[in-house]
C-alpha cells in the first residue's frame, strides 16, 4: 500500500496489475469508510482517496461543488495511469461516481453504489446548509454525536457497539471547514444524467436507511438501465462498517460479473 499524492490530496493506491477499483467515500467518511471491504478486493488495484477537505486531505481552493470533488477523483485516477476502473461509492461518494460515470462513460467500466442518492430532496438541502454553519462555528462534536446515533440502525447498534463508535471517530477527525464545504457541495448537488450511464450498476440499500432510504435507490434503479437493487435487512447508512461480511461479498460478486 502506498500513498499517492497529488497537490493536497491524498489517495491510498493498494498497487498490482489487477483490474482497478476506485473507493469514493461520503460526507463524512475518509478512505477508511471501504476498510472492511479491502480483503475481497486482492487481486485488483484499488485506490481510496480522501476527498479534498477530508481525511489525509487539506481542502483545495476553487473547483467547488459536487462536479469540482468529481474532477478532484478523476485527476487522482489520471495520474495514477489509469484510464478505465470499476467505481464504488458511499453516500455522497456515490453522487460523485454517477456523475463520472454518467461524464465519463468510457472510463467507467461498473459501479455500485452504497447508500445510493439520487439528489437531496428540498428539506435535506436545507439541513445540510445549517449543517454546514454548525461545523463552521462549533466543530465536529456535536454533529459527530448525531450522526453516529441517527443514521446507524438500532441493531447494528446493539449487535456491534464498535460500529457507531468507528462513525463518531469518522466525524471527529474531520476538518470542520473541509465537512462544511461537502455539506455545501451536497446541499447544491444535482442528478446526474442517468440516461448516460451505461455500465453495470449495482445499488446496495439499507432497509434502516434514513439518509438513502430504500425509495431512493428503487428510483435509481429505475432511472439506470439494467441497474440491480440489494436491500441489506436491518441496517442503516453506514452498510460497509454495519454489515462488512454482506457488503463485500456483493462488491466482489458484482465486480466479478462485470468482468465476465
Known sequence: MADLRLGSMVTEDSGGSGPAVVLVHGLGGDSNTFAP????????????????????????????????LAAAVCDAVRAAGIERAHF???????????????????AVL???????ILEPAPAARQALKERAETARREGMAGIADGVSTA????????NNPVTPAFVRESL?????????????????AAAADHTAIRC??????????????VAMAEALKNRISGAEI???PDTGHWMTI??????????????????A
Open 88 to 106: 464504488a461509492g458511499h453516500s455522497m461518494g456515490t453522487l460523485i461516481c454517477q456523475h463520472l460515470a454518467a461524464d465519463l462513460p468510457d
Open 200 to 213: 453495470p450498476t449495482l445499488l446496495i440499500a439499507g432497509e434502516r436507511d434514513p439518509v438513502a432510504p
Open 151 to 158: 443514521s446507524i440502525a438500532e441493531a447494528s447498534r446493539r
Open 242 to 259: 454495519e454489515a462488512p461480511a454482506r457488503s463485500a461479498e456483493l462488491l466482489r460478486a458484482h465486480l466479478n460479473r462485470a468482468a
Open 37 to 68: 471491504l479491502m480483503s475481497a478486493l486482492d487481486g485488483c488495484r484499488v485506490l481510496r482517496p480522501d476527498l479534498p477537505g477530508a481525511g489525509r486531505s487539506a481542502l483545495r481552493p476553487g473547483r467547488p461543488g459536487l462536479k469540482g
Open 172 to 188: 471527529m477527525r474531520q476538518d470542520p471547514a473541509g465537512y462544511a464545504a461537502h455539506c455545501r457541495a451536497l446541499a447544491t
Open 230 to 232: 440489494e436491500i441489506l
Open 110 to 116: 461498473s459501479l455500485a453504489l452504497f447508500g445510493p
